[in-house]
């Protein structure tokens, strides 16, 4: 079976401050890994995914994520947060048995950007 | 392309009663899924449909159901409200059916079930 664990349900950061934020996956397959956001009141918006095609993965808005297979980690990155940053960010997994686009989420990191 | 539209956008309703919640994908996009959003339990997979046919279920009571029609959109209907369906509902579409496909993601419709 697949999960997601998502490492610390509140982050905070400054701004200008280097933004983690921490997904672990477990998946017997392949995985296929994606980030979206949602911010108040809205659904979710596509940050990345990974499909195997390089380990770093770019993707909107200045965010980066790195799949280490080793430490089964996807974690999200960027250098320099801003106060438009501030949002609830989600990390799925998908590629279980079958031909599915069933997607497995994190619990959710809310991140905070202090002024 | 317009997005993926997903109305009513708001919906109040009292234990016991049905609704019915639509979706209409991206233009061209055949393959639809819904979750459903709550503080306790997070996003959850309900469905996802694919030329009409459900190819996957996720672990809700009968009581949710869904289709998809001709033109991809798509209906869920929720059966005999308990207040613990009170949730943010997500319909999100993608080209085909796949894991590697991108789900592109509605606005969601919020019912309260009082």
């Known amino acids: 079976a697949q999960s997601v664990t998502q490492l610390g349900s509140h982050v905070s950061v400054s701004e200008g401050a280097l933004v983690l934020l921490r997904c672990n996956y477990s998946s017997s397959v392949p995985p296929y890994l994606f980030w979206y956001v949602q911010y108040p009141n809205q659904g979710l918006q596509l940050l990345l995914k990974y499909t195997s095609a390089a380990t770093l993965v770019k993707g909107i808005n200045g965010f980066e994520a790195e799949f280490k297979k080793s430490e089964t980690s996807f974690h999200l990155t960027k250098p320099s947060a801003h106060m438009s940053d501030a949002a609830e960010y989600f990390c799925a997994v998908s590629g279980g048995s079958g031909n599915t686009g069933k997607l497995i989420f994190g619990q959710g990191t809310t991140l905070q950007v202090k002024p | 392309k317009a997005g993926v539209t997903q109305t009513p956008r708001y919906l109040i309703k009292t234990r016991g009663q049905q609704v019915t919640l639509s979706c209409s994908p991206i233009?061209?996009?055949?393959?639809v899924s819904w979750y459903q959003q709550t503080p306790g339990q997070g996003l959850q997979f309900l469905f996802e449909?694919?030329?009409?046919?459900?190819?996957n279920k996720g672990n809700f009571p009968g009581r949710f159901s869904g289709r998809q029609f001709s033109n991809s959109r798509s209906e869920m209907n929720v059966s005999t409200l308990e207040l613990g369906d009170s949730a943010l509902y997500l319909c999100?579409?993608?080209?085909?059916?796949?894991?590697?496909?991108?789900?592109?993601f509605g606005p969601g419709t919020r019912l309260l079930v009082l």
């Open positions: 449909y694919f030329s009409e046919t459900q190819r």
């Open positions: 999100a579409s993608s080209s085909f059916l796949g894991s590697s496909e991108t789900q592109y």
């Open positions: 233009s061209g996009h055949r393959s």
